[in-house]
């Protein structure tokens, strides 16, 4: 990041207590100026005091200033990351920045970037970047590929270290669901075959809304499931709602069917979507009645087979409830 002298920050000071406007990423450039030479000295007893009595003269909180100058070190960590790896990359300024890249959206690609593959990283920052990706679509993605850091922080001073380990099956198989699930969402129309639907939904982590009632299928008997996503789509507007549960799996074991057959009645149609590198994987050991969903090396959603339908009404209706629920965020 780009430092300025004392007299330039003084000059930018100067500008902003006369009420010119400036964006985070400039205020951001400004502060990490500021404390960079030194430039509170003589004018405060401390850094952060100094950013308390600046953020009364032009009206922003302590914690919002704090934030802006941490995202924008995040920015040129992000920056100076992506250009050693590619070269040919050219990123802009801290202070050339648009408002839409916000400092959540920064701090969410950083998180990002401890998880998901080098390049698919910096093709989603370059997105960012470009304000081509809102700002829900990339706290859905830290969602999905979260459980990969299995609890781990970024906190503390060595926040860059903590990184996925690939070499850990568990942590693995969770990038693989993460990287699953992306997928899925944003091809749904495709690999439903229905490239202009009506309406479509997709949500994860969708539990049915049952209160107290159990549903059983095939003699298997589950209370309160929860599917990895949910599709809700409409393929025209006279057609009735269609529900398609999903169940992912970034590594298989036999406990996987048996929790199958317990989820199938509260959707109309239920699917297990994988992954081209998951070991000991193949169609012919899941039930014919799921369709089966796979993540290719060419990071396409691919149809093995089609599923039959498997719901039950009244199991429909409380899952229907459950996707509303959550919908909303209730």
């Known amino acids: 990041m780009s430092v300025m002298t004392k007299k330039e920050i003084q000059r930018e000071l100067r500008a902003i207590e006369a009420g010119e406007a400036?964006?985070?990423?400039?205020?951001?450039?400004?502060?990490?100026?500021?404390?960079?030479?030194?430039y509170w000295r003589g004018e405060s007893e401390s850094f952060s005091k100094w950013i308390e009595d600046f953020g009364k003269t032009i009206g922003l909180g302590r914690a919002t200033l704090w934030r802006y100058l941490s995202a924008g070190r995040k920015y040129e960590n992000l920056k100076a990351a992506a250009e050693k790896i590619k070269p040919s990359l050219h990123y802009p300024q801290l202070q050339e920045l648009h408002d839409y890249v916000s400092p959540e959206n920064l701090e969410l690609l950083e998180k990002l970037n401890r998880v998901m593959e080098p390049d698919d990283a910096y093709a989603l920052m370059d997105k960012v970047i470009r304000g081509e990706v809102r700002r829900q679509a990339l706290r859905d993605k830290w969602q999905a590929f979260r459980p990969a850091l299995a609890g781990q922080t970024a906190r503390g001073k060595h926040y860059s270290s903590v990184k996925v380990d690939r070499t850990n099956e568990f942590q693995a198989s969770k990038v693989r669901e993460g990287e699953i699930y992306t997928a899925i969402k944003e091809s749904a129309p495709k690999w439903l075959d229905c490239l202009q639907p009506y309406f479509i939904k997709v949500l994860s982590n969708v539990r049915p809304d049952v209160e107290g009632a159990c549903v059983g299928y095939k003699s298997k008997i589950l209370s309160h499931p929860i599917f990895d996503a949910i599709v809700a789509i409409k393929r025209h507007m006279r057609d009735p709602l269609c529900l398609h549960g999903i169940e992912i799996i970034g590594r298989f074991h036999e406990k996987t069917v048996s929790k199958l057959e317990t989820m199938a009645p509260y959707c109309d149609f239920f699917w297990i979507a994988t992954h081209h590198a998951v070991p000991n994987f193949a169609p012919d050991k899941i039930p014919e009645w799921a369709g089966v969903l796979m993540l290719t090396d060419a990071e396409e959603v691919r149809v093995l087979r089609e599923p039959e339908h498997t719901g039950s009404e009244p199991a429909i209706n409380q899952m229907l409830k459950g996707v509303i629920l959550r919908a909303y965020g209730l």
Request: charged share 10%.
């Open 22 to 38: 400036r964006s985070w990423p400039q205020i951001s450039a400004l502060l990490n100026s500021v404390q960079t030479t030194e």
